[in-house]
């Protein structure tokens, strides 16, 4: 079992290297100040990539912790060079600069380069997962850390509940958004997954497929899915009939 108490300190850990990002992410934005856009634009595709292969180890340790400490198996600390995908998100986001909104676009890069440092640790649980052999499976369990709750594409995504390595489909289940609290775990029974948490106290085995489910995520799923549907229009219904974000 996960305890609160792992997860608490787990989640902590991460918020520390979050505040260390997101500082120096607007200290560097800053200490550039008010240039032309196009030469901010590739300074920062230039120094930007360096703080997440920085920190991302730092949180792929971290998680590597977590693995060991709750699933008490060795864990895989993969290598991981995030400078393309750094490079590609910090030229999505920062549009802001040519449109007089500099704050928005800051802020927008600040979401985006806390995502790619936390994808580090995130990997970390999935290849840690996949070493195991299937002694143990993958699962996303939901944030409740901000006002609005999960979103609807997390809850589409975490019905899918705990599953194989191979299962783990790209788009699927390590698929995360800018500013999403959820976290990858590992589990080894259905009585695995983090106490205390929001909507993961009953857990159901499919069926049909074995996964183990969140009967509650399950359930809206369920309730909403209809033959052919794509997970965007899953997540739509959802957020339609349940009122998420
Ligand atoms: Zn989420």
């Known amino acids: 079992m996960v305890t609160q108490a792992q997860l608490g300190e787990y989640k902590r850990g991460q918020q520390q290297i979050d505040r ?3 500082r120096d992410v607007r200290q560097l934005w800053d200490a550039l100040g008010a240039i032309e ?17 920085s920190y991302g180890p730092i949180a792929a340790t971290l998680a590597a912790e977590f693995f060991a400490d709750t699933v008490l198996l060795e864990p895989t600390v ?3 060079d995030s400078t393309e995908a750094v490079q590609k998100s910090t030229r ?9 909104q ?10 985006s380069i806390v995502r790619h440092t936390r994808q580090h640790g995130r990997t970390t649980i999935r290849e840690s997962v996949g070493r195991t052999g299937g002694r143990v499976r993958y699962a996303r369990i939901l944030s409740y850390g901000s006002k609005k709750g999960p979103c609807a594409w997390c809850r589409m995504l975490a019905s899918r509940g705990a599953v194989y390595w191979s299962e783990i489909t790209a788009g699927g289940l390590d698929d995360w958004h ?4 959820c976290d990858a775990v ?16 009953d857990i159901v085995v499919h069926p049909e497929t074995k996964a183990w489910m969140p009967r509650e995520m399950f359930d809206e799923y369920s309730s909403v899915h209809e033959y052919l549907d794509t997970d965007k229009q ?11 974000t």
């Open 78 to 80: 993969p290598v991981i």
């Open 37 to 53: 856009p196009d030469r901010k634009r590739d300074l920062l595709v230039d120094m930007v990539p360096g703080l997440v292969n």
């Open 20 to 22: 260390l990002v997101k």
């Open 102 to 111: 500099e704050a928005k676009a800051r802020e927008r890069l600040v979401e």
């Open 234 to 244: 899953v997540a739509a219904k959802m957020r339609e009939k349940y009122g998420y």
């Open 186 to 201: 590992a589990v080894r029974s259905p009585e695995d997954f983090p106490a205390g948490v929001p909507g993961y106290d």
């Open 178 to 181: 800018d500013s999403d609290n």
């Open 92 to 100: 999505a986001v920062i549009g802001g600069l040519w449109t007089g």
